[in-house]
């Protein structure tokens, strides 16, 4: 491109992107090859697995893991989520959890996607 052409660039500030083609600028193409890019799970499917989860290993764990997990799902369900409350059930959950490592694995993956979907 010659020097005196004109910046048609992308500017990014914070949050995530995933791009498999892009072009920007008059007569721009862009050409995939193949190229994909593997969707996170979405938070409520990842709620659904926490909940069958803690069903399934109830014995193995402290009795205020359900009850957090709840107190998660409805503070998620709120018109305005509280991040900082998010944050904490979901350190405490990460905690009460370690015994049951399928268990640590799915609070690990819903700490990823609801700081995505918040823009953490």
Known sequence: MP???PNYGIHQSGGV????????????????????????PDTSALMTELMALLERHRAELPGTADETAEELRDELDSPEPDRSRIARMLERLT????????????????????????GD
């Open 17 to 40: 992107s995933n791009v498999g083609n892009q072009a920007v600028g008059p007569h721009a193409r862009a050409v995939s090859h193949g190229l994909s890019f593997t969707a996170a």
């Open 95 to 118: 905690a009460l959890v370690k015994p049951v490592a399928p268990l640590v694995e799915t609070v690990g993956e819903l700490t990823k996607s609801i700081n995505s979907a918040l």
């Open 3 to 5: 020097e005196s052409s």
